[in-house]
C-alpha cells in the first residue's frame, strides 16, 4: 500500500481480522499509488489501482482489430 494510506488501514487492522483472516500482514510501498494496493495470497498476486485498470482498458482497446466492433 501507499504509505499514507497505511495509516487508514491499520485503524481497521483489528475488524480485519476478526473477518476470519488467520493472518495480515500490511506493508508500505512508494511506488503505489495513494488508494490502490497489491494484494498476495496463496492464489497469486492482485494488483488493485485505477492505474492498473487504466492500463489493462488501454491494452484492450489497443488489440481491437477495425471492424470487430460495430458502434
Given at each position: ?15 480485519l481480522?476478526?473477518?476470519h483472516l488467520?493472518?495480515?500482514k500490511i ?7 495513494s488508494g ?5 495470497t496463496?492464489h497469486g498476486l492482485?494488483?488493485?489501482s ?8 488501454r491494452e484492450?482497446?489497443?488489440?481491437i482489430q477495425?471492424?470487430?466492433?460495430n458502434?
Open positions: 500500500m501507499h504509505p499514507e494510506d497505511i495509516e487508514q488501514l491499520q485503524a481497521h487492522k483489528i475488524h481480522k476478526t473477518a488467520r493472518s495480515l506493508c508500505s510501498d512508494d511506488q503505489i499509488f490502490g494496493c497489491r494484494i498476495k496463496q492482485f494488483e488493485i485505477i492505474e492498473k485498470q487504466l492500463q489493462q482498458l484492450k482497446l489497443m488489440n477495425p471492424g470487430e466492433y458502434v
